[in-house]
DNA sequence: TAATAAGTTTAGATTAGTCTAAACTTTTGT
DNA sequence: ACAAAAGTTTAGACTAATCTAAACTTATTA
């Protein structure tokens, strides 16, 4: 069984990797963990010695089978608790990370799948990022701002990018929701602004609004 | 902030003191917590440091306003994760106790409240126990079983004393959940059976089952 | 009431995770 | 190419929580 702060760090040499695959270094995780170097080696040594990463002295790390087996599944715990904690609790968009970074270490399966269940079985959390399945697999999608939605075409909303109170009553006020359909009616070229039809209704749209909200295609 | 550690000692000691509250001493801790008497006494005497416990050596402990609070807060917390597992997930209400265990140190008093508004401020978790309010007030109710119940009496389902499957597949068969109101219509003094009625529909019930059925009067 | 049993505390050790300071390796830039 | 800078590891120390073994206190009971 791994500790809650193991398995923080393999999340976070997950997530270093998805960027900078070739360079997952003691200082980046370092920064990452808010912590100290010389405490990540003290880690990254006995995460080694487990094999849930491939380590060689001064060369950085690279998760295992294991390894990523693992920081997925954390990260698809964190992404449904996510959802729950937006959907049905009503947590704003920007509220939610700190708890889900408690939940996500709670340890049950059956937990978990009753949760995605529950939950409908969501395929994104409420920030548009991809929820992986039981087996750890990763739907990736295009993660587009509705901006750049072409004209008579329908999209879906799969989440934020900046979630200030203000722009969430806006949604709220127009019944846009995770998982709404949009449809893009036309777009103004003077101010970027564009006009959307939701359930039936149309809406005029500003372009600082269009570039805040994630959409994907349908 | 507290660890979790010091949580669970403080919930052990609250927990022993409800029966025994003249003896709280190092062996039972040391019983409860599944650990050595030795240890507890070093935890008891950081906890008397921080002014969570009253402690005298060879004396034994007992909580102080802070500590039965946060005592308190936990049995909440766990409570109220226990309800969400059972009525939100349809877990069994054998099953939920160890989730709970875990859930019940989730850091978020914004959590908390929003559970509790979710769940309809359920105010008995599935063993028929009260929930603790957010000040801390325990309603401290006679947790009765049915079949000691008078002939013409309605109650209502708070909880189960033991759940084996087939228990609770009896119970769903004959829509018998949490909150359901029961009436008492008959009682057969030669095996201690009884007529009862539920949403208008009469059931026959075994004194096996009415004596595992926690009901409170209406 | 004194010996024994039961229970409690202390002393010293261990493990997980962290830190600082020093030593070491790799990279960079003239 | 080699000195300086950047990055990494090691050594040794610290805290939290635990343990065993020994010392100590309280309770029991013959």
Redesign the pocket.
């Known amino acids: 069984m791994l ?1 809650q ?2 398995e923080n760090y393999l999340k976070a040499i997950y997530s270093i990797g998805l960027s900078k695959p070739k360079s997952v ?3 980046l995780i370092a920064k990452k963990m808010e ?12 995460l080694a010695e487990k094999e849930f990463i491939h380590y060689e ?2 060369k ?1 790390v690279s998760l295992t089978q294991q390894g990523k087996k693992i920081a997925v599944e954390i990260i698809r715990k964190h992404r449904l608790w996510e959802v729950f904690l937006v959907n049905k609790l009503h947590f704003n968009w920007d509220e939610v990370h700190e708890i889900a970074e408690q939940l996500e270490h709670i340890k049950s399966d059956a937990l978990i799948s009753k949760l995605e269940e529950f939950l409908d079985f969501p395929k994104h959390d409420p920030h548009g990022d991809p929820i992986p399945d039981e087996n750890g697999n990763i739907a990736h999608h295009k993660k587009i701002m509705l901006s750049s939605v072409e004209t008579n075409t329908h999209c879906i909303v799969i989440g934020v990018k900046d979630s200030s109170s203000s722009f969430l009553k806006f949604l709220d006020s127009n019944n846009i929701q995770l998982g709404s359909t949009l449809k893009v009616i036309s777009k103004e070229e003077f101010d970027n602004s564009m006009l959307i039809e939701n359930n039936n209704i149309s809406i005029s749209i500003s372009n600082q609004i269009s570039k805040n909200l994630f959409v994907k295609n349908l």
Chains 1, 2 share one sequence.
């Open positions: 500790s702060t193991e270094n003691t200082t912590t100290k170097p010389s405490s990540v080696t003290d880690m990254i040594q006995k002295k001064y950085g």
